[in-house]
C-alpha cells in the first residue's frame, strides 16, 4: 500500500500546480491582466515554453531501453478511442472533428510529467519513473503532434468552408479561390492554395493546408529534433553542453507554471466554477477516470503486459488531464471550458481515484 510518507510527495508535487493557479486566477480578478493579455501568456507557453519542454524531454529520454511492450498498450488504447470516436463522429450527427479532439484529449492524454512520477513512485517504486518519462515521449512525439494536426485541420476545413460560401467573381462560375488556412483563434493566414473550381472536391486540398501549417509549428520540430538527438546522443554517448541544456531549461520549465496560471486566468474570466456544465463535466470526468484506464486494462491484456507493468499502465491512464491540453484548447479555442474543468476537476479528485485503482488492482494477486 502506498505509504502516507509518498502521499506527502503527491501533495508537494500537486501544491505548486495549485499555487500558479491561483495566482492567475487572483491577478484577473484583480484586474492586473487585461484578456488580451492572458491570450498572449498562453500564446507564449504553446509557442515557445511547451517546445522546449517537449525538446528537454525527448531528447533527454534513451530511446534503446524502452518497454516496447508497455508502449504497444498504450498505444493500443489511443488507437481504439481514436477509432471509436472517428466513426462515432461519422455516423453521428453530433459528431466533428472539435468533439473527436476534445474526447480523446480526455480519455488518453494524462498528466504524467508532474503527478505521474511522484504517484507511481510512490506506489510502485522507481521502475515506474522511467515508464512514465517513456510515455511522455510517445505522448510528444505522437500524439500531440497528431491533435495539433486535427487542429490546424479543422482550421482549414473552415476556412475553405467559408471561401466556397463566398460568391463566384465571374459569370462563367470558373474562378481561382484563395484558401485560407488560418489559426481558430483568428489569426492572420499564412497559407493560399488556388482552386480553379469551387465545386471540385476538397479533402485533399484540406489536407495540404493542415500538414503545410503544422510544418510551421515550433512543436513539431521541437519533437523530431529531440528524438533525432536522443537516437544520435545515446548511441555514442554524447552529452549536451551544460551552457546549451540550462539555455533551454530557463523557459522550458515554465510551460507547466504558466499552463496552470493560464488555467486560472481562463477560470477567472468566466462566471462560474464549472464553465461547461455539470453534464459536460461529469462526461470529462467519465472519459478521464473511466474509459481512459478500462481501455487500457483492455489494450494490456491484449498485448500480453501483465504484473506490475499493468497495473502502471492502468494507474498512469488515471492521472488528471494534462495541463498542456488546456493549452492547446485555448490556444485553437476548441472546448476550453471543457478542457479547464477537465484540468481543474481532474486534480482535486485523482488522488483518491488513482490510490481506488492502485487497491482494485493489487486485488489481483
Known amino acids: 500500500m502506498i505509504s502516507w510518507s509518498s502521499l506527502y510527495h ?14 492567475g486566477y487572483a491577478s484577473v480578478r484583480k484586474k492586473a491582466f487585461t484578456p488580451e493579455q492572458c491570450a498572449g501568456i498562453n500564446h507564449f507557453v504553446a509557442l515557445l515554453a511547451v517546445p522546449l519542454l517537449i525538446f528537454r524531454m525527448i531528447s533527454s529520454n534513451n530511446p534503446y531501453t524502452m518497454n516496447i511492450r ?6 493500443l488504447q489511443k488507437v481504439i478511442i481514436l477509432a471509436a470516436l472517428a466513426a462515432w463522429a461519422r455516423f453521428s450527427k453530433n459528431g466533428s472533428i472539435a468533439w473527436v479532439i476534445t474526447l480523446f484529449s480526455l480519455a488518453t492524454l494524462p498528466n504524467t510529467v508532474l503527478m505521474g512520477v511522484p504517484v507511481l513512485r ?10 512514465m518519462v517513456q510515455i511522455v515521449v510517445l505522448q510528444f512525439v505522437v500524439w500531440y503532434v497528431l491533435v495539433v494536426f486535427l487542429f490546424e485541420y479543422m482550421a482549414a476545413q473552415n476556412a475553405f468552408m467559408e471561401q466556397q460560401q463566398m460568391p463566384p467573381p465571374q459569370a462563367n462560375g470558373s474562378h481561382s479561390v484563395d484558401i485560407l488556412a488560418v489559426n481558430a483563434d ?5 497559407v493560399s492554395i488556388a482552386q480553379e473550381e469551387t465545386t471540385r472536391p476538397s479533402g485533399m486540398l484540406i489536407l495540404v493546408m493542415a500538414v503545410k501549417k503544422i510544418l510551421k509549428i515550433p512543436s513539431t520540430y521541437a ?26 531549461s530557463i523557459i522550458s520549465v515554465s510551460a507547466i507554471g504558466l499552463g496552470m496560471f493560464s488555467v ?13 456544465g ?15 484506464p478500462i481501455v487500457m486494462l483492455v489494450s494490456s491484456f491484449a498485448v500480453g503486459l501483465h504484473g506490475v507493468f499493468l497495473n502502471v499502465g492502468v494507474v498512469q491512464a488515471a492521472l488528471p488531464l494534462a495541463v498542456l491540453s488546456f493549452v492547446y484548447a485555448e490556444e485553437y479555442n476548441v472546448h476550453p471550458d ?12 485523482s488522488v483518491p481515484l488513482t490510490i481506488l485503482y492502485y487497491v482494485l488492482l493489487g486485488l489481483r494477486r
Open 122 to 131: 510512490g506506489m510502485y517504486g522507481p521502475m515506474s519513473e522511467n515508464l
Open 70 to 75: 508497455f508502449l504497444a498498450a498504450d498505444t
Open 223 to 248: 519533437s523530431l529534433l529531440g528524438l533525432f538527438w536522443s537516437l544520435i546522443a545515446f548511441r555514442f554517448g554524447i552529452k549536451m553542453p551544460a551552457i546549451i541544456d540550462n539555455s533551454l
Open 10 to 23: 503527491v501533495v508537494e508535487a500537486m501544491m505548486p500546480l495549485y499555487a500558479a493557479m491561483a495566482l
Open 264 to 276: 486560472g486566468t481562463f477560470m477567472a474570466r468566466r462566471k462560474k466554477f464549472i464553465t461547461c
Open 186 to 190: 483568428g489569426s492572420d493566414p499564412d
Open 338 to 349: 471543457i478542457m479547464s474543468t477537465g484540468v481543474i476537476m481532474g486534480i482535486f479528485i
Open 278 to 292: 455539470y453534464y459536460l463535466a461529469v462526461l470529462a470526468m467519465v472519459m478521464r477516470f473511466l474509459i481512459g
